[in-house]
């Protein structure tokens, strides 16, 4: 595969291709074999056109309507009319980088063939997707019933109705695609309900997601090592033999990757811990962490089905020449899964204020209150307790669950969602909240291994990850505002490749 570009043919596209795509301006291009499952759910939709079955989204009205025919030219006069009708999005607009990893999502749902969906259509967004123009979409107004509502103001503009982002511009979308010298999208049969009949948003953004909680898990590894350094803990919670003993979900993983991170460490040497047993927050990171690789491939699984299989319904079968009608589009499995991911996410804020905040008791660590180089007259990191436990308790609050069903909608006949969308989103919104937790444990931390004078024991891994840590934030040698120093550190863990703690 070339660099920069991204090809949906055989294999379905993956989380990480969407990402490359929506974040960093791959180009998608359908190969010859997406293009023929594309061609051949549609060539069985055109044959149901001139039937007299009823072919939901086709010959019928939508929703509660579906007992409304439609018949002749109105086919496609009313295609015309879903995007504008289904434009109901309020609030803020999408980040960039989700319109972009919306519009991949739809593509690729596309590609699995299933929607029946004109190639000129597929071929229009991918053409639109390439050349950089963005709908302007607003980001509330879906049930995860099919992300109809942000599906639906992707098509209008593209559609050549609505504003778009093009080349940094906010522009009419009739402007902004002649400038970038494309046609509007030619809705024929279907086109209209095939081009919102699906969770494409909640997909997308989830690709997003994942690679934020990746970078995080990373991250939070290395500042759970350099923890266990500045705390001078134990490491007999990570011996194989006992995670062995009781297999939970990913905790033998978790345990693996901190002796990794903590290779070469003089901690591993006979007396160098404190203790015989420390707190639960060093003594269980295993079980949580691993708790949270388990919760993480579980989600990444999910995600990865929507994107590369049809959710529409109804579903063309071109090898049958069928319409099926269905509930593929419900994405309970789906939100389950990051639902547990959010919650397990928590236990981890939990664990990282509680390390930190041991870290900075004497009765606990035996290091000066609050870590003070210089003596309890001085403030040192007391203050940074207020922020631990305000973002915890927001990430606490942002866990509970939203999917269970909201209220009855479309004449009490759409009666069940998940509220994928918002689960992601607030998934997202943890992850935004976790860096600064992990940038205050890393900074007490390296503040704890300077005090004992141990920087000189650490291993490779941990060596090198105090030093970067350094190279953002200094030594706290005086009070001094510590925002900017929480700032950094989230940036670098939002930014940057953790020192390696990967497995293999």
């Known amino acids: 595969m070339p660099d920069g570009q991204i090809v949906l043919d055989d294999a379905p596209v993956t989380p990480a291709g969407v990402v490359a795509v929506a974040r960093r301006n791959a180009r998608l291009v359908l190969g010859d074999h997406a293009l023929r499952r594309i061609s051949d759910s549609r060539s069985a939709l055109e044959a149901m056109t001139s039937g007299s079955r009823p072919v939901y989204g086709l010959n019928t009205s939508l929703g509660a309507s579906v007992d409304t ?105 009739m402007e902004a695609l002649k400038r970038a010298g494309l046609d509007p999208l030619d809705i024929r049969e279907k086109d209209g309900h095939a081009l919102v009949v699906a969770n494409s948003l909640s997909t997308g953004a989830a690709c997003l997601v994942l690679e934020d909680i990746a970078r995080f898990i990373d991250w939070s590894f290395t500042a ?49 811990a404190r203790r015989l047993q420390d707190p639960l927050s060093f003594r269980c990171a295993p079980q949580v962490w691993g708790a949270l690789l388990h919760a993480y ?34 994405m309970t499995a789906f939100a389950l899964t990051w639902e547990q991911l959010g919650q397990a996410l928590a236990h981890c804020a939990v664990a990282i204020v509680n390390r930190s905040v041991k870290q900075m008791s004497p009765t606990f660590s035996g290091l000066p209150r609050f870590l003070s180089a210089r003596g309890q007259n001085y403030i040192a990191y ?64 390296c503040t704890a291994i300077e005090l004992r004078n141990v920087a000189h024991s650490l291993g490779p891994v941990m060596g090198n990850a105090f030093r970067m840590v350094r190279t953002h934030v200094q030594p706290l040698d005086d009070d001094r505002a510590l925002g900017p120093d929480m700032e950094a550190l989230a940036k670098m863990i939002a930014g940057s490749e953790a020192p390696a703690t990967r497995l293999g």
Do not use: C
């Open 224 to 272: 759970i090592g350099l923890s266990y350094e500045g705390f001078r803990s134990s490491l007999s919670a990570l011996d194989d033999s006992g995670m062995a003993a009781r297999p939970a979900f990913g905790q033998r993983e978790a345990a693996a990757r901190l002796r990794l991170a903590l290779e070469g460490s003089s901690l591993w040497q006979e007396g160098a």
């Open 297 to 330: 491939a579980q989600a990444e699984a999910a995600t990865s089905i929507e994107l590369a299989h049809s959710g529409d319904n109804p579903v063309i079968l071109s090898g049958e020449g069928r319409a099926v009608a269905n509930g593929n589009f419900d």
């Open 69 to 173: 025919p439609l018949g002749g030219d109105d086919m496609i006069a009313f295609q015309r009319r879903v995007a504008p009708s289904h434009s109901v999005g309020v609030g803020p607009l999408l980040p960039t980088e989700q319109v972009r990893a919306m519009i991949a999502a739809r593509i690729s749902g596309a590609a699995a063939g299933g929607t029946g969906m004109s190639v000129g259509v597929i071929s229009g967004l991918v053409t639109a997707l390439n050349a950089g123009i963005h709908p302007l979409v607003p980001a509330w107004g879906s049930v995860g019933a099919a992300d109809l509502a942000p599906l639906a103001h992707m098509a209008r503009s593209l559609m050549g109705n609505g504003d778009v982002e093009y080349r940094g511009e906010i522009l009419p979308a």
């Open 382 to 445: 007391a203050q940074l307790q207020k922020t631990l436990s305000a973002l915890e308790a927001e990430i606490r609050h942002l866990a509970n669950p939203i999917s269970l069903s909201p209220m009855p909608i479309s004449d009490w006949s759409e009666d069940q969602s998940s509220m994928a969308p918002r689960v992601v989103a607030k998934t997202a919104e943890i992850v935004q909240r976790l860096r600064y937790l992990v940038a205050i444990e890393l900074m007490a931390a």
